[in-house]
């Protein structure tokens, strides 16, 4: 048995909604009929307050604590995968992660992770929730992640991370010719009907993605975007959802198109780039112990430098012919 303590602090956006749902939102690492027991147990605090009816609402801003002993259901094998560590103090790790390598154990993927790589390097972070994960990328995403090595800066990070207080930029390559930056606004939620798919939903959760252009190739366009709010693929979606989907997506319809009379360089290149062109290339936060104000980079990976050394030699060779 282990001893854990979840804090987090209700949204605005949650206002008027029932307790148990709330916490299913803001603890969705535990199942909602397990948060509705921990409520009738008088395991959950809400502003320093017992509360035990699933149903009471909440207004925005509450403060939720809840201690627990829970057994662990799953233990997790620590396995010697090398992590690229560009940043480690007593509290935090910022790690660059490369592709085809999954964050979490899930169904498909049992070990060979993120969390397995911590178990080993950091024996101790298996007392952690989650080995220290605070938020996660695709697969096939590259770049920066911030990992808790104690309770204490995990609670921390995942409340900033819910006042929206951590800085999440990206380097991404899209589909299409665009002509402008801007806002993607759109809430999102599950695919109605395929499952392991997320989609823009009237009725999901707020999301919203900045852009702005960076440089403009034949039928592609290379952008930075900065994220307001987590959601899974919330990029990929956002992009989709806007015509623009990400080079080599193949979930969202970003699969790799030549342009015209293209080299057979780069079409050697796109036949290759078999992930979406996504880069997590810059985090900033606070730290959660000592609270000074950090920030990081990571380099694009290999794969992302040729892909762009690609299409501006296609667009070089080729800018005689472009209106635009």
Known sequence: MAQITLSATVQPQQMGQRLDQTL??????????????????????VNGVVQNVPRTKVYGDEHIEITVEIEDETRFEPEAIPLNI???????????????LVVHPGAGNPKGTVLNALLYHYPQIAEVPRAGIVHRLDK??????????????QTQLVRDLQKRKI???????????MTKGGTVDEPMARHPTKRTHMAVHPMGKPAVTHYRIMERFRDYTRLRLRLETGRTHQIRVHMAHIAHPLLGDQTYGGR??????????????????????????????QHPISGEMMEWYAPLPDDFVELVTALKADYVLHKDELDY
């Open 86 to 100: 560009v940043y480690e103090d007593e509290d935090i790790l910022v790690i660059n992660k490369p592709k085809d």
């Open 256 to 285: 790799p198109r030549p342009p015209k009379n293209a080299s057979e360089e780069l079409m050697e290149v796109l036949r290759n780039f078999k992930r979406q062109a996504l880069h997590a290339v810059m985090l900033r936060l």
């Open 24 to 45: 299913a939102e803001l603890f969705p690492d535990y199942s909602r009929s397990r948060l509705k027991t921990w409520i009738e147990e008088d395991l959950v605090l």
């Open 167 to 177: 800085t999440r930029e990206y380097e991404a390559v899209a589909c299409g010719i």
């Open 140 to 153: 096939d995403t590259t770049g920066l992640m911030v990992v808790a090595k104690t309770i204490p800066a």
